[in-house]
């Protein structure tokens, strides 16, 4: 089989990059435009703004002046359609049957540069943030991510939640979105993904000239994140829960360092899927646990290997001790050969199965593009991925599983007297 198939062009016509994914037996197209922005170029008192323009995008353009109009115009042609902010990008999408690819080209290259920021909608928006950033904060699964992030890179951009604070959401202005627009919205941090079955002449010139507006030059840069750590860290949310909900992290690397295929093995072995190490242990034999995986989190400058877990209260030190004896085993004990070839097809599988659709093209080689400047086919990630060893594994087990780079989130019946038998444990 041809993994090397369907790779993406990459153009360039001024300061805009297109990456183009041509797929002739697809059914639909799919339009993505990245843009290098998120909640680590916000500094504290823009904390949230990346997030809350995402949202304001949808809500009128000059061309399009009210949110029915653009939600409208994409229902009306069947459309999957949506936005996202994450710590380092944002993205604007819709996909659509091939023949509506000309109005998915230019409603979404019109949220992305004409929005009105109307101050109505600010207003009305406002209420909606709120109210999602109250979510995040009432269901601890979902706080205890920012939580992590806190205790990692505490005081500076990639401790800060996406989302933002409270007192930044009520106060933002129309004026306040159009100069962040205007600093971070140019054509050297936009990347164009368009793929699925399109003519490639026709839309990267409709597209330019789409995007013949935007704003040019390099924009602003990310915050860069600052780290020191000597000893394990502890951050407890005290919280009265019918679960202890936590995430143990271990400061790793950035997203450029080779060693990321390893720790994608290595995080596959403890906690991918239900036949992994920690779910087998945790849930399974201890009963301790509904959920708990592992994961990896890699970024421009900062990276962590995460284990999330919600544990039963009168479980929740017997399954930490027993999470930390696992590491403590990667340390000591190669894997079996059985364990490590397990470990390797469950990636490379989940990755063949998530290139199916021009969505998944869009998303796969887009994000890698806009980290790396450059694209991976899935003949290089396997081969990648084939080529961790036993030695490897323990080598950065033995790297990354040090008291010293321990991170231990919580939330709970806990207080900071709680503190010093948590940090035992995972010392």
Do not use: W
């Not at 890698?368 to 990648?384: E, G, H, M, V, W």
């Amino acid at each position: 089989m041809n993994l090397s198939k369907n790779q993406p062009i990459i153009i360039k016509k001024g300061g805009l990059k297109f990456l183009l994914a041509p797929l002739k037996e697809s059914t639909s197209v799919t339009f993505l435009i990245f843009v290098k922005t998120g909640s680590e170029y916000e500094n504290e008192k823009e904390s949230g703004i990346s997030h809350f323009l995402e949202h304001m995008c949808f809500k009128g353009t000059k061309n399009r002046p009210s949110p029915k109009i653009i939600s409208t115009e994409l229902d009306s042609i069947g459309a999957i359609y949506n936005a996202f902010t994450s710590r380092e990008y944002t993205g604007y999408f819709a996909k659509a049957a091939i023949e509506h690819t000309d109005k998915i080209l230019d409603i979404v290259s019109d949220i992305y540069l004409n929005s009105l920021f109307d101050p109505k909608e600010i207003e009305k928006e406002k209420g909606v943030i709120l109210e999602e950033k109250h979510f995040y904060e009432d269901t601890p699964s979902e706080k205890i991510g920012d939580l992590i992030f806190e205790l990692l890179y505490p005081k500076q951009a990639a401790g800060r939640p996406i989302v933002g604070y409270e007192k930044v959401i009520k106060n933002i202005t129309q004026k306040d979105f159009i100069n962040y627009h205007k600093k971070h919205y140019t054509d050297e941090k936009t990347l164009i993904v368009i793929a699925g079955n399109f003519n490639l002449n026709n839309v990267v010139k409709k597209v330019y000239e789409l995007m013949k507006n935007i704003n040019k030059g390099k924009g602003a840069l990310k915050f860069k994140t600052r780290f020191q750590q000597k000893e394990p860290q502890i951050l407890i949310q005290n919280k009265k829960t019918d679960q202890t909900h936590l995430i143990l992290a271990a400061r790793t690397f950035n997203c450029f360092d080779e060693k990321r295929y390893a720790l994608s093995v290595l995080s596959t072995i403890l906690g991918g899927g239900m036949s992994s190490r920690l779910f087998q242990l945790i849930r399974d034999e201890l009963g301790a646990a509904y959920y708990i995986h592992s994961f990896t989190d890699l970024s421009l400058d900062h990276g962590f290997l995460g284990i999330g877990s919600g544990l039963a209260l009168d479980k929740t030190e017997l399954a930490l001790k027993e999470i930390k004896k696992e590491l403590n085993y990667l340390i000591k004990k190669p894997v079996s050969d059985e364990e490590l070839k397990k470990a390797k097809n469950f990636i490379t599988g989940k990755l063949a199965l998530g290139l199916e659709t021009s969505n998944d093209y869009a998303f796969y080689y887009g994000s890698q593009y806009l980290f790396y400047q450059k694209t991976f086919s899935l003949d290089i990630i396997y081969r990648k991925i084939k080529a961790v060893d036993k030695l490897a594994i323990q080598k950065l087990a033995k790297e990354i599983f040090q008291p010293k780079s321990m991170n231990l989130a919580i939330i709970g019946p806990y207080n900071k007297k709680d503190n010093l038998r948590f940090k035992k444990i995972i010392s």
